[in-house]
């Protein structure tokens, strides 16, 4: 079993900057080095949305349009560890944040049951 531990939310204010971890962990032997990592958002009333994803093997990134030049991922294999660096960030990205784990991605859009290991989320409030 795999578990994922998201970190690093807040408040900050607009055009600020932020950085989420995710951590893994599992079985002996574990690594995260052969899955894909996608990161979702949840704003109240609304659905999980990919934000990106990060492919296993060729290390191709996927971004949603509405993240794109702000956002982008980053592994840390030696601590399992997966960041979310957040740029110039609106009111709009404010959600519950989600790491995902799967075997691959295609794309930031694939639907929930596409992941095979979730964390519990992290609250991102942009506000001034």
């Known amino acids: 079993q795999v578990q994922l531990v998201e970190s690093g939310g807040g408040l900050v204010q607009p055009g600020g900057s932020l950085r989420l971890s995710c951590v893994a962990s599992?079985?002996?032997?574990?690594?995260?080095?052969?899955?894909?990592i996608a990161w979702f958002r949840q704003a109240p009333g609304r659905e999980r949305e990919g934000v990106l994803c990060e492919s296993s093997g060729d290390d191709t990134i996927y971004y949603a349009d509405s993240v794109e030049g702000r956002f982008t991922i980053s592994r840390d294999n030696a601590k399992n560890t997966v960041y979310l660096q957040m740029n110039s960030l609106k009111p709009e990205d404010t959600a519950v944040y989600y790491c995902?784990?799967?075997?691959?991605?295609?794309?930031?859009?694939?639907?929930?049951?596409?992941?095979?290991?979730w964390g519990q989320g992290t609250q991102v409030t942009v506000s001034s």
């Open positions: 599992g079985f002996t032997g574990f690594t995260l080095d052969y899955y894909a």
């Open positions: 995902a784990a799967a075997s691959m991605c295609l794309r930031s859009d694939h639907p929930e049951s596409w992941y095979d290991y």
